[in-house]
T-cell receptor, first 113, second 117 residues
Framework: QKEVEQDPGPLSVPEGAIVSLNCTYSNSAFQYFMWYRQYSRKGPELLMYTYSSGNKEDGRFTAQVDKSSKYISLFIRDSQPSDSATYLCAMGLFQGGSEKLVFGKGTKLTVNP | EAQVTQNPRYLITVTGKKLTVTCSQNMNHEYMSWYRQDPGLGLRQIYYSMNVEVTDKGDVPEGYKVSRKEKRNFPLILESPSPNQTSLYFC????????????????FGQGTRLTVV
């Protein structure tokens, strides 16, 4: 079983839709969870990060973590064409003096006007 | 402007010819790292550095070297590149408030597309 699983999509939605992006993971030791957005030919940019189970909201974006189910989600409300990008989940832990960071493979999202 | 700068953006080289990809950040960040991104495999960490003179292996360090002599620079060195190192490379930096917590991987460079023939 892979440490982090993310559906690659592609996902296509109309403008204004609510988008749900998800990742599952197998390593219960992961301590923090992140979502990145990557536009074509650009580096990833950090959207959200959280350390605990529950919801974290930032504008139109909500990150949700369920540690008991080993499941994280990113919700985008009122999606816009400018949200069209690849979204990467990432999970990390710090242990024994070193850090482990694992990324999902990314979900490609297209928001159609 | 806060940024992570990688050079070159594009590079085609031949097998065995040593090369260096530079990475520089202007945010006084302690933490820097290198990733490679491949279709179907996603982003994988090559090396990271918690601070000057402190580096550690990531998931795929074989065939790469790094150094951190100054806080702002973190070059990636391929001593003898091979075709399986053809990939898109990203450098990243962040201000680490506490080990294991904080603004992890907050800034990525624009990427270096490397082709080894």
């Amino acid at each position: 079983q892979k440490e982090v699983e993310q559906d690659p999509g592609p996902l296509s939605v109309p403008e204004g839709a609510i988008v749900s992006l998800n990742c599952t993971y197998s390593n219960s030791a992961f301590q923090y969870f992140m979502w990145y957005r990557q536009y074509s030919r650009k580096g990833p940019e950090l959207l959200m990060y959280t350390y605990s189970s529950g919801n974290k909201e930032d504008g139109r974006f909500t990150a949700q973590v369920d540690k008991s189910s080993k499941y994280i989600s990113l919700f985008i409300r009122d999606s816009q064409p400018s949200d069209s990008a690849t979204y990467l989940c990432a999970m990390g832990l710090f242990q024994g003096g070193s850090e482990k960071l694992v990324f999902g493979k990314g979900t490609k999202l297209t928001v159609n006007p | 402007e806060a940024q992570v700068t990688q050079n070159p953006r594009y590079l085609i080289t031949v097998t065995g010819k040593k090369l260096t990809v530079t990475c520089s950040q202007n945010m006084n960040h302690e933490y820097m790292s290198w990733y490679r991104q491949d279709p179907g495999l996603g982003l994988r960490q090559i090396y990271y550095s918690m601070n000057v003179e402190v580096t550690d292996k990531g998931d795929v360090p074989e065939g790469y070297k790094v150094s951190r002599k100054e806080k702002r620079n973190f070059p990636l060195i391929l001593e003898s590149p091979s075709p399986n190192q053809t990939s898109l490379y990203f450098c990243a930096s962040s201000l680490r408030k506490r080990r294991g917590r904080g603004d992890t991987e907050a800034f990525f460079g624009q990427g270096t597309r490397l082709t080894v023939v």
